[in-house]
């Protein structure tokens, strides 16, 4: 018996999380909203969804070598958007500086760079390393607008995640129907 690839419950868990952050990031159905509550449901998505679920495929890939030829590259991506995830959510729910975030995004943003020349190495261009840039403009956007704190920088934030959830559809399509 083989075992099922996880890759579906990691890709969902990903687009749910940047859907999210996305349509709270432009402004879609939080006026009025009590930001206090909008700010620990963004946590709770953000280790549920992009956390848990990415951490679980990763374990998944490495386990039982799930994702063929490529489960230890797509078992380190899937670990690392796990954890940036959940560090994430934790910073949503507990709060913290935001200027050390925005280190931590830069320093992220280095080893997001790396998978993505892998990607690309590897023949891995559409949807993957395409979703892949997105994601490196996702983090060069948050290292600027979390650091000066610019809302321009926030609403173009949420227009790369929500490009990063209708990319990462592509990746999760073939899953669910085939």
């Known amino acids: 018996m083989l075992p099922v690839n996880p890759e579906a419950i990691g890709v969902f868990g990903l687009f749910a999380t940047v859907i999210c952050f996305g349509l709270e990031q432009v402004g879609v159905g939080v006026k009025g909203a009590d930001h206090t509550k909008l700010t620990r449901s963004l946590g709770y ?4 969804f992009g956390g848990i679920c990415q951490l679980f495929t990763a374990l998944s890939m490495y386990l039982f070598s799930t ?9 380190t991506v899937f ?10 959510g934790l910073f949503f729910l507990k709060g913290g500086d935001k200027k050390v975030m925005a280190h931590f995004f830069a320093c ?18 559409w949807p993957l390393g395409i979703d892949l840039v997105v994601i490196d403009v996702l983090l ?8 000066t704190e610019n809302p321009k920088l ?10 990063i959830g209708f990319i990462s559809f592509f990746l999760l399509y073939p899953h669910v129907l085939g």
Do not use: M, Q
């Open 140 to 147: 060069i956007t948050l290292v600027f607008g979390w650091y």
């Open 108 to 125: 992220g943003l280095v080893l997001v760079i790396l998978f993505t020349l892998r990607a690309f190495a590897d023949g891995l261009v």
């Open 154 to 163: 926030s609403k173009l934030a949420g227009v790369c995640n929500l490009a």
């Open 79 to 88: 670990g690392f958007f796990g954890l940036f995830w959940i560090l994430v």
């Open 45 to 48: 998505i953000a280790i549920v």
């Open 67 to 75: 994702g063929g030829d490529h489960s230890k590259y797509l078992g």
